[in-house]
C-alpha cells in the first residue's frame, strides 16, 4: 500500500474529493494536509488575551502560529514512514516544510491546476519537486512539465433532471466577472436561460448574476449541471493568463452537456466537438439552434481519460 502526504487546496472538496480516489480507487493511505492547515484552539479565553495582548505584541511570539506548525509537524511523524508527496498549489504552504519533507528524499509530485503565469508565486517552489505536472499546455512546455488536464468527478455525475436552465456557471468573483455579466445581458436579451452564480465575500451587486457569499459544493454544483444544458466557461484574459481549461470546461465534458467557452485553444483538445462546443466571439454572440441541437457522444475512452480517478493514476504513478 502507498503512503502518501497529499497537500491541496479544500475549496469546494476537492482536496478531499482526490483523497478519497487515492484511498479508494488506488487503495493508498493519505494524510491530506489542506491549505487552511491543521488549526490550534486556544485551552481557554486566557491564553488567547496572553497571545494577542502580549504575547504577539511584545514577544514577537504568535502562540497560535507556533502551535499549528507543531500539529502539523506532529502529524508527519505519525504518520510515519511514506513513500511520496503530492502537492497542488504550492503558494498555500511554506517553503521550510516543503524542504523538511524534500529532506526524506521520497518522490515529490507537483501539479498546477492554476497557471503560474496566473499565479506567480508558485513558480520558485519547482525546484524541490522531481515530477511536474500542469493542467496548462503552454506552460507544460515552457517548464519541461507533462501535460495533465483537469478532471471530472466521476462519482458526482447525477442523472440528468428536468431542464431548467440553457446555461449555467459559478466562479469566483475577479476580473471576469465584467464579462460574465456581459454575457448574461446578452443572453437575457434573447430570452435564453441561464443561471450565472457568482461568489465571493464582497459586497456586490448585479441586475444579471446572482452573487452569493458560501461556497457552492460539489454535489449542489453537479446538481446544477444536470439542471442545464450548457456550462458556460470564461477564462482569465483569455490566453494572456491561461494556457489551460478550467475545471468548468472538464465538468462539461464529464457531464455529457455543452460547452460555452472563451477558450480558442479548446480546439486543439481531444473531445472538441463544433457541434458541443461554442467558442464566444468578443461581442458574445450566441445562436439559439446551439441549444436546440442535442449534444452528441463522444469516445468512452475519452470520458475515463478525463475522469478523477484516471488523473489520480497519472499523479502517482511514480510513487512507489
Known amino acids: 500500500m502507498k503512503k502518501i502526504i497529499l497537500m491541496c487546496p479544500a475549496y469546494s472538496g476537492y482536496g478531499e474529493k482526490i483523497k478519497d480516489v487515492m484511498e479508494k480507487i488506488h487503495s493508498c493511505k493519505v494524510l491530506y494536509i489542506p491549505h487552511e492547515k491543521f488549526k490550534y484552539q486556544y485551552k481557554n479565553v486566557f491564553e488567547k488575551l496572553y497571545n494577542n495582548l502580549f504575547s504577539k505584541v511584545f514577544l514577537k511570539r504568535n502562540i497560535k ?43 515529490m509530485v507537483l501539479h498546477f491546476w492554476d497557471s503560474i503565469s496566473y499565479k506567480p ?23 519541461s512539465m507533462e501535460f495533465l488536464p483537469n478532471f471530472y468527478m466521476k462519482d458526482k455525475l447525477q442523472k440528468e433532471s428536468e431542464i ?3 446555461a449555467f456557471t459559478v466562479m469566483s468573483y475577479d476580473e471576469r466577472f465584467q464579462e460574465l455579466e456581459s454575457l448574461a445581458k446578452k443572453l437575457k436579451e434573447k430570452n435564453i436561460s441561464y443561471k450565472f452564480i457568482v461568489v465571493t465575500k464582497a459586497d456586490i451587486k448585479s441586475e444579471y448574476v446572482e452573487i452569493r457569499k458560501d461556497v457552492i459544493s460539489l454535489e449542489k454544483m453537479y446538481e446544477y449541471y444536470s439542471k442545464s444544458r450548457a456550462v458556460v466557461e470564461i477564462g482569465h484574459n483569455t490566453t494572456e493568463k491561461q494556457g489551460g481549461l478550467s475545471f468548468r470546461a472538464i465538468d462539461a465534458l464529464g457531464n455529457r452537456k455543452k460547452l460555452i467557452t472563451t477558450y480558442d485553444l479548446i480546439k486543439d483538445y481531444d473531445f472538441y466537438n463544433s457541434n458541443n462546443i461554442l467558442v ?41
Open 164 to 166: 431548467e436552465y440553457d
Open 121 to 143: 508565486n508558485q513558480e520558485k517552489y519547482i525546484k524541490y519537486f522531481d515530477f511536474l505536472y500542469s493542467f496548462d499546455k503552454k506552460e507544460a512546455e515552457e517548464y
Open 65 to 107: 502560529k507556533i502551535k499549528e506548525k507543531e500539529i502539523l509537524y506532529k502529524k508527519v511523524q505519525d504518520f510515519g514512514d511514506f513513500n511520496g508527496v503530492v502537492v497542488i498549489r504550492p503558494d498555500f504552504y511554506e517553503t521550510e516544510f516543503i524542504e523538511f519533507l524534500k529532506e526524506k528524499k521520497k518522490p
Open 280 to 320: 464566444l466571439e468578443k461581442d458574445y454572440t450566441i445562436d439559439r439552434e446551439f441549444f436546440k441541437n442535442k449534444y452528441e457522444d463522444i469516445s468512452e475512452d475519452i470520458y475515463i481519460k478525463y475522469s478523477d480517478e484516471e488523473w489520480v493514476k497519472r499523479l502517482i504513478e511514480n510513487i512507489r
